[in-house]
């Protein structure tokens, strides 16, 4: 079975990456040649550093890179089983992504998406085979994390809902069955979590106090302050936003401070301040 990955970005890489672990031939397709270079580069920095600690041989480094091949041009799918999407969250150039890999792949191909939270059906109907299009929205990193949320659009039918499911799981994945409605599973719960958190700052209480809280009284491992400064303010904002305007119901309401700590700059680890300093 040939896999084609379409993004080498943070999820593209991992699950390129993930494929030729699993002993898959992969091709990862980004317009960006670049992106591709940084990716490449930083799996064999990976690679070394696990070879170096004695967890890989050079061996078994050099037949999983060899597994690996990059393309700029769509027409590299052309001969793919399953398509992986990881571009940008857009609607608009998901859409576009979708119908040119329906122009160039396979009729029998799958065509999978690692959307957080876009709509499946909207994705495939952007294409002449809406049946074979499904969710399948790994976690950062791909490689390391053991979940896969399944999401079927409208039209998907049972055998590619069964074909995408074993195909996860050859990876070595967990999956759960994840309804197409904003956040899914995972985020439709932990979104709004780091939410409430974000609206106890607001009222007064430390990051600190609500992190230890949580920490010590629920065993979380990472409180849920340090939790979206570590994934990024806006990031966290931006899905508490689509569940918001997706169930258009006031519940998932964005913290305010949120959007005073983004129009500030404040974007967590990455900027440097978030609900913590850096
Ligand atoms: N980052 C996460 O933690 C995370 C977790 C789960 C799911 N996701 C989802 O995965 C998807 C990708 O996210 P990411 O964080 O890897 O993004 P990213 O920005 O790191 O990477 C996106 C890649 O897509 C490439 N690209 C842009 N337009 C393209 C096109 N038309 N054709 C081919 N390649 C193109 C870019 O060059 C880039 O390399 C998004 O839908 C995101 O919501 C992200």
Known sequence: MKIAVVGAGLMGSGITQQCAQSGYPVVNIDTFAAAQEKSKTNLKLLFDK?????????????????????????????????????VP????????????????????????????????????????????V???????????MKLVELIRGLVTTDEVYL???????????????????????????????????AFMVMEGCSPEDVDNA?????????????????????VMLATMTGLYNGFHDSKYRPCPLLERMVKAGHLGRKSGQGFYKY
Request: net charge negative.
């Open 50 to 86: 696990k070879i170096a600690k004695g967890k890989l041989t050079a061996e078994d480094a050099a037949e999983v890179l060899a597994r690996i091949s990059y393309s700029t041009d769509y027409a590299a799918a052309a001969d793919a089983d399953l398509v992986i999407e990881a």
């Open 163 to 197: 074909k995408a499911k074993s195909f996860i799981e050859s990876l070595g994945k967990t999956t759960v069955d994840a309804p197409e409605y904003p956040g899914f599973i995972v985020n439709r719960i932990l979104v709004p979590m780091q939410n409430e958190a």
């Open 214 to 234: 949580m920490k010590l009284g629920t065993n979380m491992p990472m409180g849920p302050c340090e939790l979206t400064d570590f994934v990024g303010i806006d």
């Open 89 to 132: 969250e857009k609607i608009e150039l998901k859409k576009e992504v979708f119908s040119k890999l329906d122009g160039v792949c396979k009729p029998d191909c799958l065509l999978l998406s690692n959307t957080s939270g876009l709509s499946i059906s909207e994705l495939a109907a952007a294409t002449k085979r809406p049946q074979q």
């Open 134 to 144: 499904i969710g399948t929205h790994f976690f950062y990193p791909a490689p390391v």
